[in-house]
C-alpha cells in the first residue's frame, strides 16, 4: 500500500507565499512523473506543475515565474514553492505520483488527500 500525504496549505494574503510538501510512504520502490494540481470550488481539477523522474519540471501558464517543483527523491517527496500568490490561486492542492511499487514492479497513479490554500485579498 501506498500513500501520498500533502502538509503546508494555510492562508496567506495576495503577494505572499507557501511552500507545499508532498511525501510518499508505504511499498514504494521509485517514483516517476510527479504532479501538483488544483480544484477550485465549482472548478474542473487542473494541472499545475509536474516534475519527472529526471528532474525535469513543466508548469501551467497561469503559474510560470511565480511557482517552482522540485523533487527530493530520497525522501520520496515533491514541492511545490508558491510565491507572489493570488487570490484566483485558492483551491485545494493535490499531489499525484506515478509510484512503482515493490510487490510486482508495476506503476501506479495514487494521489493525496489534498490540502487548503487561501490567498485573501
Known amino acids: 500500500q501506498v500513500e501520498l500525504v500533502e502538509s503546508g496549505g494555510g492562508l496567506v494574503q495576495a503577494g505572499g507565499s507557501l511552500s507545499l510538501s508532498c511525501a510518499a510512504s508505504?511499498?514504494?520502490?521509485?517514483?516517476?512523473?510527479m504532479d501538483w494540481y488544483r480544484q477550485a470550488p465549482g472548478k474542473q481539477r487542473e494541472l499545475v506543475a509536474g516534475?519527472?523522474?529526471?528532474?525535469?519540471?513543466r508548469y501551467s501558464d497561469f503559474v510560470k515565474g511565480r511557482f517552482t517543483v522540485s523533487r527530493d527523491d530520497a525522501k520520496n517527496t515533491v514541492y511545490l514553492q508558491m510565491n507572489s500568490l493570488k487570490p484566483e490561486d485558492t483551491a485545494v492542492y493535490f499531489c499525484?505520483?506515478?509510484?512503482?511499487?515493490?510487490?510486482?514492479?508495476?506503476?501506479?497513479?495514487?494521489w493525496g488527500q489534498g490540502t487548503q490554500v487561501t490567498v485573501s485579498s
Open positions: 508505504g511499498s514504494v520502490r521509485s517514483i516517476g512523473l
Open positions: 516534475i519527472d523522474s529526471a528532474g525535469i519540471p
Open positions: 499525484s505520483a506515478d509510484v512503482i511499487v515493490y510487490h510486482d514492479g508495476r506503476a501506479y497513479r495514487y
